[in-house]
């Protein structure tokens, strides 16, 4: 059993028992091939068998730190902590130098080279030049998210108005939560007792929201009485959160806060971008992208606002990579000091040559 000082039998242990139990009692000493005793002691230990398997199950699933994907939503509902679902990447597309009596209709599909689609939210008409439609992706996830100036294109064309648009922040598209992360909140469920309006009340219900990975609760942040309340998402490389969510944030605090507080701020991290500069003794492509995946992994796992960045840990996360066998890091070149608000991101990485 799971944690716990019970060992399960082995099928073989369990037959040898009971034949020799069988034998016992019935006061025979010789083991034929085909006795009744060896059969009777091969049914009874597989059955045994059977039921030891399904309480060493059971036993693995009635705490959440082990339970199995549908025994967690089990948990989880039972805590009021439910997996947060996939959402849908928002944003506009950009055209620039349009003639000012063109427009586009809600519904038109645009698309991305890798075959991302995305539709218009509404009917939009030129400014100055200038139409910047608000689209959703049609499909939810993190691949619907889109670097600024991606290139998207019309799926049926408009007369005078070129195939081309450009991304214009289109972000927010998220994944259905990861089942470790789901868990781990569903853990702290059990040790963040409520307590009506503590700071750890704060963190779980900004995080119960999609897209929402971190939180931090800053007493009295705008005078005495208030509560600032700071967000971040789980995208290593824009960890701020939109304008769009921090206002869903706030909307889903102020029904839970009490009366008093009412002085409610939702503000979002501050990405600090951190430029790297390295050399590796064997540089190769696959190396140098899993050197950078390490890296923002240490800067979201260890980048704590108000914290401190040691080189001495980002090294050793350097050396984790795939493929790594030995590397030079000269930029940073002291411990990295953070901000209250500040969090680490992934700046440019400079790849130089190695000195031996």
């Given at each position: 059993?799971?944690?716990?000082?019970?060992?399960?039998?082995?099928?073989?242990?369990?037959?040898?028992?009971?034949?020799?139990?069988?034998?016992?009692?019935?006061?025979?000493?010789?083991?034929?091939?085909?006795?009744?005793?060896?059969?009777?002691?091969?049914?009874?230990?597989?059955?045994?068998?059977?039921?030891?398997?399904?309480?060493?199950?059971?036993?693995?699933?009635?705490?959440?730190?082990?339970?199995?994907?549908?025994?967690?939503?089990?948990?989880?509902?039972?805590?009021?902590?439910?997996?947060?679902?996939?959402?849908?990447?928002?944003?506009?597309?950009?055209?620039?130098?349009?003639?000012?009596?063109?427009?586009?209709?809600?519904?038109?599909?645009?698309?991305?080279?890798?075959?991302?689609?995305?539709?218009?939210?509404?009917?939009?008409?030129?400014?100055?030049?200038?139409?910047?439609?608000?689209?959703?992706?049609?499909?939810?996830?993190?691949?619907?998210?889109?670097?600024?100036?991606?290139?998207?294109?019309?799926?049926?064309?408009?007369?005078?108005?070129?195939?081309?648009?450009?991304?214009?922040?289109?972000?927010g598209g998220q994944d259905i939560e990861d089942l470790e992360r789901w868990r781990q909140r569903i853990i702290a469920r059990w040790y963040d007792i409520p307590q009506g309006?503590?700071?750890?009340?704060?963190?779980?219900?900004?995080?119960?929201?999609?897209?929402?990975?971190?939180?931090?609760?800053?007493?009295?942040?705008?005078?005495?009485?208030?509560?600032?309340?700071?967000?971040?998402?789980?995208?290593?490389?824009h960890p701020a959160p939109t304008q769009d969510m921090l206002t869903q944030v706030r909307d889903h605090l102020l029904p839970l806060i009490p009366v008093a507080g009412s002085?409610?701020?939702?503000?979002?991290?501050?990405?600090?971008?951190?430029?790297?500069?390295?050399?590796?003794?064997?540089?190769?492509?696959?190396?140098?992208?899993?050197?950078?995946?390490?890296?923002?992994?240490?800067?979201?796992?260890?980048?704590?606002?108000?914290?401190?960045?040691?080189?001495?840990?980002?090294?050793?996360?350097?050396?984790?990579?795939?493929?790594?066998?030995?590397?030079?890091?000269?930029?940073?070149?002291?411990?990295?000091?953070?901000?209250?608000?500040?969090?680490?991101?992934?700046?440019?990485?400079?790849?130089?040559?190695?000195?031996?």
């Open positions: 059993m799971q944690h716990s000082g019970f060992s399960r039998p082995s099928l073989p242990t369990l037959i040898d028992t009971i034949r020799s139990e069988v034998l016992t009692r019935c006061q025979e000493d010789n083991v034929l091939r085909r006795c009744d005793a060896e059969v009777t002691a091969r049914v009874q230990a597989a059955a045994v068998h059977t039921l030891y398997g399904y309480l060493d199950y059971l036993a693995r699933n009635m705490l959440p730190d082990l339970a199995d994907e549908a025994w967690l939503g089990r948990h989880a509902n039972i805590k009021r902590c439910p997996r947060k679902g996939a959402t849908k990447a928002q944003g506009f597309v950009r055209w620039e130098g349009v003639p000012n009596a063109l427009s586009m209709s809600s519904d038109t599909e645009i698309q991305r080279d890798d075959g991302q689609t995305y539709t218009a939210l509404a009917s939009t008409s030129v400014v100055n030049g200038v139409l910047r439609v608000p689209v959703r992706a049609q499909k939810a996830g993190q691949a619907g998210n889109c670097e600024d100036r991606t290139a998207l294109r019309l799926t049926t064309p408009i007369p005078g108005l070129s195939s081309t648009g450009y991304a214009d922040e289109i972000q309006d503590a700071d750890g009340d704060y963190v779980r219900w900004a995080k119960a929201l999609p897209g929402i990975d971190r939180a931090w609760t800053h007493r009295h942040q705008n005078g005495p009485g208030t509560v600032g309340v700071m967000v971040a998402t789980d995208d290593p490389d002085g409610l701020t939702v503000f979002a991290v501050t990405p600090k971008s951190v430029p790297v500069s390295l050399a590796l003794s064997t540089d190769r492509p696959d190396i140098r992208s899993a050197v950078i995946a390490e890296i923002k992994a240490f800067f979201q796992r260890e980048g704590e606002p108000g914290s401190t960045l040691f080189l001495s840990r980002l090294r050793e996360v350097i050396s984790l990579a795939a493929g790594e066998v030995a590397h030079q890091l000269r930029l940073p070149t002291t411990d990295l000091p953070l901000g209250k608000t500040e969090v680490p991101v992934s700046g440019p990485v400079t790849w130089t040559p190695y000195a031996p």
